[in-house]
């Protein structure tokens, strides 16, 4: 069956430092990826789409990578701030009869300290 | 735009009532999608619409659930009866034809007593 594997166990860096966030699926080929941003009681804002034939896709302080073969993407944020301190998601697409749906991975928590 | 516009935002009902929740999309989207996220599900598709018609229903968990889009500009997800296992943040989101990306609204959070 398709399944998105984040890692459930938050993610704690010193402020500055890069944070790496994993995404892992299996038996998907998707044409594309996403990274959401979720912050409590909040809804999920989009963040980055990397297609399948990108490589890396960057945004300021965030790049992604997707590598297709390792069926696997990095999400980076560089000299990271308290402020990213969030639950990351990522989406991967899925087509179907009539249009293209998101499935998203569990997420993973963020937490950038002083 | 004020975005997408989810009602109500909290929602505390005893189980068997029937609860209903609206959604206002993006002017100008004509794909809308719910979504239902707990701890231990995550965020899990319901259904999702283009131009009104609902394309995938495959996520609604029971027939307790049904989902309408009477116009371009509103659907409502309603839960009858409800149960104590449909308590959730359930999430609306829409996105224009051209676009991969979803716009969700704040979510509305339901408790099932």
């Known amino acids: 069956s398709q399944k998105i594997e984040q890692n459930s166990e938050a993610l704690n860096i010193q402020e500055g430092k890069t944070a790496t966030l994993t995404c892992n699926y299996t038996n998907y080929s998707p044409a594309y990826l996403q990274w959401y941003r979720q912050d409590p009681g909040r809804g999920p804002v989009f963040l980055l789409l990397i297609r399948e034939n990108e490589k890396e896709k960057r945004k300021e302080r965030l790049k992604v990578t997707f590598d297709t073969t390792l069926k696997q993407s990095l999400f980076h944020i560089t000299a990271s701030q308290p402020a990213d301190s969030a639950t990351y998601l990522c989406a991967l697409d899925k087509v179907t009869g009539g249009g293209n749906k998101l499935t998203f991975g569990t997420g993973t928590q963020l937490k950038v300290e002083l | 735009d004020a975005g997408v516009i989810q009602s109500p935002r909290h929602e505390v009902t005893e189980m068997g009532q029937e609860v209903t929740l609206r959604c206002k999309p993006i002017s100008g989207h004509n794909s809308l999608f719910w979504y239902r996220q707990t701890m231990m599900r995550g965020l899990e598709l319901l259904i999702y619409f283009n131009n009104n018609v609902p394309i995938d229903d495959s996520g609604m968990p029971e027939d307790r659930f049904s989902a309408k889009m009477p116009n371009a500009s509103f659907s409502t997800l309603k839960i009858q009866p409800s149960e104590p296992r449909d308590s959730a943040v359930y999430f609306c989101?829409?996105?224009?034809?051209?676009?991969?990306?979803?716009?969700f609204g704040p979510g509305t959070r339901l408790l099932v007593l």
């Open positions: 989101a829409s996105r224009t034809g051209q676009q991969e990306t979803q716009y």
